[in-house]
């Protein structure tokens, strides 16, 4: 089954997909009113069958916690939370360690979190 991770943040969103268990990264996405417009062509481009959205703790996963069940209203398909503490700093990691341009951090590691909390999840 192929499948979406979602590093949600107040601004930026950070997309995974999984195709028979190879992770792939797509780019970051701005948190506006097109979101939802955005997610589902990508569930339909990707034939998403399950998401997985990182949550962390305190206020933000509230706050977090409104958009996952505000995306289950609107999308059919199952969605879990999935606990992403420090995958951003495991993302971090591995941008250091691919030796990616500063230029591209903002741009990248949203995504690569989703990645790695789509990573916890498959393996």
């Known amino acids: ?52 959205i990182g949550i962390s703790e305190g206020k933000f996963a509230l706050i977090t916690q409104k958009f996952v069940d505000y995306l289950r209203s609107v999308v059919k398909l199952p969605i879990e939370t999935v606990e992403e503490a420090i995958s951003t700093l495991e993302a971090e990691d591995i941008f250091r360690d691919n030796k990616k341009k500063s230029k591209d951090y903002k741009k990248k590691i949203d995504s690569i979190a989703a990645a790695v909390i789509l990573n916890r999840v498959i393996n």
Do not use: E
Not at 9 to 21: E, P, V
Not at 29 to 34: A, L, P, R, S
Not at 39 to 49: N, R, T
């Open 1 to 52: 089954m192929n499948c979406l991770a979602i590093d949600y943040g107040s601004k930026r969103i950070g997309l995974a997909y999984s195709i028979d268990g190879l992770i792939s990264t797509l780019p970051m996405v701005k948190n506006d009113k097109h979101l939802l417009n955005t997610l589902q062509q990508l569930i339909i481009d990707h034939k998403i069958g399950k998401i997985y």
